[in-house]
């Protein structure tokens, strides 16, 4: 059965940072791609970041430059690294993923966690 865990969320200030972890069983991530996507309130979920199997990535504009996504094959783990947070990057934050290792399209990937929250406020 696969699983995919995400870890990491919580309340932060504006301009604070946090590391999200999604941890997989049942499943080698090494061959897959792995997204990261948020579900703010009242909006639709969007796509954050993505790393190809070749470890090529890709970021939504809103976070290029703040966030960093990565991989450690040997735990099976995919992190986003969140930096200089603003209250818009308010969200349930998912991670999924595509077993053709290609990239993150939202209507594609094989498999999904149950999210982490991450609140940005004063």
């Known amino acids: 059965q696969v699983q995919l865990v995400e870890s990491g969320g919580g309340l932060v200030q504006p301009g604070g940072s946090l590391r999200l972890s999604c941890a997989a069983s049942?499943?080698?991530?090494?061959?897959?791609?792995i997204g990261w996507f948020r579900q703010a309130p009242g909006k639709e979920r969007e796509g954050v970041s993505c790393?190809?199997?070749?470890?090529?990535?890709t970021y939504a504009d809103s976070v290029k430059g703040r966030f960093t996504i990565s991989r450690d094959n040997a735990k099976n783990t995919v992190y986003l690294q969140m930096n200089s947070l603003k209250p818009e990057d308010t969200a349930v934050y998912y991670c999924?993923?595509?077993?053709?290792?290609?990239?993150?399209?939202?209507?594609?990937?094989?498999?999904w966690g149950k999210g982490t929250l991450v609140t940005v406020s004063s």
């Open positions: 999924a993923a595509d077993r053709y290792g290609l990239g993150c399209d939202y209507h594609g990937m094989d498999y």
């Open positions: 790393i190809s199997s070749s470890d090529g990535s």
């Open positions: 049942g499943v080698t991530l090494d061959y897959y791609a």
